[in-house]
């Protein structure tokens, strides 16, 4: 059988008057109902980009979907017709943004917010409306929802407001729920919350979900599976155990290492040494080569595909053998 959602050697670029910016690379993940995949990488790796492809907000200048592919359950969304593409993306298919205030219209009352987006499942009446807007807030633990359906969305805390767009999300139950940087604005305390929120949410409803962020910190207690990317490329690919356990791509290594451990005081933070290429002018071969401590002379010269290293994980670096023989020492 197929996956429920599918993307498939996808290639973007952004054509500005500046140059072309290959932003995505040859994409390749998957997604099956229920499982959660972390998208996990810097600023500019391309983790957003893929989801706003999948949502189909890409679609205007100066984005080019040159090629791939986006299956959902079996169907590609680039080549279905905009009124099949309605049916699925923001209906079997919803978004959440890091930043609520922006998403939720500032003049409104949350509760009619909620509201407008179960009024457009047709036979939807007033009362079925309101009496499910409750039910939401209720799922999403607004404490006493029903007083709250007339406050504006600047009543709430920045914590709340991410859970009534996670209640808006939720609306007309989707099968995939992808959360872009959901807890980034948020404070330490309310981002662990949220991520709670969305673990229950997703065991609750049995919804797959995926979860892009730049922090591994937050995955581990969330994610089945961790797509890393770099340079529009996914260059680690594992169950979330393996990955933490044993990293075998030299930048998942170095991304791990620079994770602050409370348990060793006084630990000197190792980072990534170097910034991330500019998407104008990726580097030849390895396109991590520059900022690599195990780079060597085939790593500038010739791309490394995808190195599958036995149950299902893949790491895409010509040393993927030697980097996981060298963290699991
Ligand atoms: Fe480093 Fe070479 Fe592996 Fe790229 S291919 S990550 S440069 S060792
Ligand atoms: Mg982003």
């Known amino acids: 059988g197929g996956h429920l959602l599918e993307v498939r050697d996808l290639h973007i670029e952004f054509r500005t008057t500046e140059g072309v910016a290959k932003v995505i690379n040859g994409v390749t993940y998957h997604l099956d109902a229920g499982e959660t995949l972390a998208v996990l990488g810097e600023s500019g790796s391309g983790k957003s980009v893929t989801a706003q492809a999948i949502m189909g907000i890409l679609d205007t200048p100066p984005a080019h979907i040159r090629s791939g592919q986006i299956l959902y359950q079996g169907r590609d969304l680039l080549t279905r017709s905009e009124e099949q593409r309605r049916q699925v993306r923001g209906k079997e298919i ?3 943004f890091q930043d609520a205030l922006s998403a939720l219209n500032p003049v409104f009352p949350v509760g009619w917010q909620i509201g407008e987006t179960l009024r457009q499942r047709e036979g939807t009446s007033r009362a079925d409306a309101r009496r499910r807007t409750v039910e939401l807030m209720d799922l999403v633990k607004i404490p006493a929802a029903a007083k709250r359906l007339g406050d504006y969305p600047h009543q709430f805390s920045g914590g709340m407001r991410q859970r009534v767009m996670i209640a808006m999300a939720l609306a007309l139950d989707p099968k995939v729920l992808i959360a872009d ?3 980034t604005a948020l404070d330490v305390t309310v981002q662990a919350q949220i991520m709670d929120l969305l673990a229950d949410l997703r065991r609750d409803l049995n919804m797959a979900m995926i979860l892009i962020t730049h922090d591994l ?5 969330v994610a089945d599976r961790i797509a890393v990317m770099y340079a ?4 680690e690919h594992a169950d979330v155990r393996s990955l933490y356990r044993v990293p075998a791509h030299p930048y998942t290594k170095g991304l ?4 602050p451990r409370l348990d060793v005081r006084g630990q000197a933070l190792s980072t990534i040494k170097g910034l991330p290429p500019n998407l104008m002018r990726i580097p030849s071969g390895c396109p991590f080569h520059p900022r690599c401590p195990y780079v060597q002379q085939v790593c500038v010269d010739v791309v490394p595909h995808d190195l599958v290293l036995g149950d299902g994980r893949t790491s895409a670096c010509h040393f993927a053998q030697e980097v996981r023989d060298d963290s699991a020492r």
């Open 232 to 235: 529009g490329r996914i260059v």
């Open 256 to 259: 791990l290492e620079s994770i």
């Open 94 to 96: 919803a978004m959440i």
């Open 217 to 221: 910190g937050v995955v581990a207690g």
């Open 181 to 183: 940087e959901p807890t």
